[in-house]
């Protein structure tokens, strides 16, 4: 027996809005030294100059989308987005920071400094209303995380006096999930 579950992690789901911005910067230099700098700091421009190619698959024009979300829907079983910039406290807090304060960000969207959170929420149905409930604690298999885009990879580790700052435990918890899950089928 085989039991698969799908998590999304930080997904952009409509791409990334500073993916637009920080291709430019890469290819041409605008917007300034500053912002070749953070592009540099978060690895976003090759040695070469040009923006990786992971950069430019996060931009929003990239592709459809909405073939990959449908797929999501049917399979992704929780998610963890985050929408706290500085988030934990790393090298790429300040970052985050100055490129968020760079990016124009639609109604000032909450965001984890590369994803905004309307892009990482797998809504519901296709006319993005969501049905699905965030918590900000690590048991949620949908957990809203105070964190940036690398806390989420669990990178920087938890922060233990805050429940919304524990992207680890989140990862945790949902291997304790399928482990239950395989015991209570024996």
Request: with cysteine.
């Amino acid at each position: 027996m085989c039991i698969t579950r799908w998590y999304a992690v930080a997904a952009p789901w409509r791409g990334a809005a500073p993916a637009d911005l920080i291709a430019e910067v890469c290819a041409h230099g605008q917007y300034g030294l500053a912002l070749q700098m953070i592009a540099k700091v978060l690895g976003f421009c090759s040695p070469d100059g040009n923006a990786t190619q992971s950069l430019m698959a996060l931009r929003t024009d990239y592709i459809d989308w909405e073939p990959t979300i449908q797929i999501a829907r049917r399979h992704v079983a929780g998610s963890m987005c985050g929408t706290g910039v500085f988030g934990i406290g790393s090298a790429q807090s300040l970052a985050f920071e100055g490129l968020s304060q760079i990016v124009s960000w639609p109604h000032e969207e909450a965001n984890d400094g590369l994803v905004g959170l309307s892009s990482c929420i797998l809504s519901g149905d296709s006319d993005g209303h969501n049905s699905i409930e965030f918590s900000a604690t690590p048991g949620s298999v949908n957990y809203l995380t105070s964190g940036n885009h690398v806390d989420t990879t669990c990178r920087n580790g938890d922060k233990r006096d805050d429940a919304s700052l524990r992207p680890c435990e989140w990862y945790t918890q949902r291997v304790d999930d399928a482990r239950r899950s395989i015991l209570s089928r024996q």
